[in-house]
T-cell receptor, first 118, second 113 residues
């Protein structure tokens, strides 16, 4: 079973509008972290935002916010006031388990390609 | 503050050859992980190095090996290259105790012909 599911292969949004990119996850680990990354065509994976499983409030970073619904196991990314430079692939990722000092590796979804129209 | 740097940016190799990719982590980070990203897919975890030892490994054959140096920089080696090894190889750096700090480099594009 997939641990990270991104159901939108591609999305279009008008410049200056808000857009939501969907991400659902599957884990039985009570301690986990959720990440969103932006990947332009150049290839670099750019960190956008992080949400910990025990965080009480939704994470926000500038125009990015994470709509964390723990009971539904969803962690959707909201981009407000879209810009042409936001056109890129967006990946949701999860890191499980942090016991005994061992870091869990990142598990990625298949990504959503966002295109911003002028 | 320098971010994660990788080299080379692009390279072309022939089947059967060997390749070495290099990564310097973000300043202050002590843990390096490597990921393989095939075209149209999300990155897949290869392995992670901490204190110069391989700490975790994903589902990759022994042809993939690595090393971490005392200055925390790392190398990824792939032997007996196959056409299917063509991919973007991403290096991620983090702090061992930094739960939310994982930064990636620009990647190395490997083409095997």
């Amino acid at each position: 079973a997939q641990k990270i599911t991104q159901t939108q292969p591609g999305m279009f949004v008008q410049e200056k509008e808000a857009v939501t990119l969907d991400c659902t996850y599957d884990t039985s680990d009570p301690s986990y972290g959720l990440f969103w990354y932006k990947q332009p065509s150049s290839g670099e994976m750019i960190f956008l935002i992080y949400q910990g499983s025990y965080d009480q409030q939704n994470a926000t970073e500038g125009r990015y916010s994470l709509n964390f619904q723990k009971a539904r196991k969803s962690a959707n990314l909201v981009i407000s006031a879209s810009q042409l430079g936001d056109s890129a692939m967006y990946f949701c990722a999860m890191r499980e388990g942090y016991y005994g000092g061992s870091q869990g590796n990142l598990i990625f979804g298949k990504g959503t390609k966002l295109s911003v129209k002028p | 503050d320098a971010g994660v740097t990788q080299s080379p940016t692009h390279l072309i190799k022939t089947r059967g050859q060997q390749v070495t990719l290099r990564c310097s982590p973000k300043s202050g980070h002590d843990t390096v992980s490597w990921y393989q990203q095939a075209l149209g897919q999300g990155p897949q975890f290869i392995f992670q190095y901490y204190e110069e030892e391989e700490r975790q490994r994903g589902n990759f054959p022994d042809r993939f090996s690595g090393h971490q140096f005392p200055n925390y920089s790392s190398e990824l080696n792939v032997n007996a290259l196959l056409l299917g090894d063509s991919a973007l190889y991403l290096c991620a750096s983090s702090l061992d105790r930094g739960w939310d700090t994982i930064y990636f480099g620009e990647g190395s594009w490997l083409t095997v012909v």
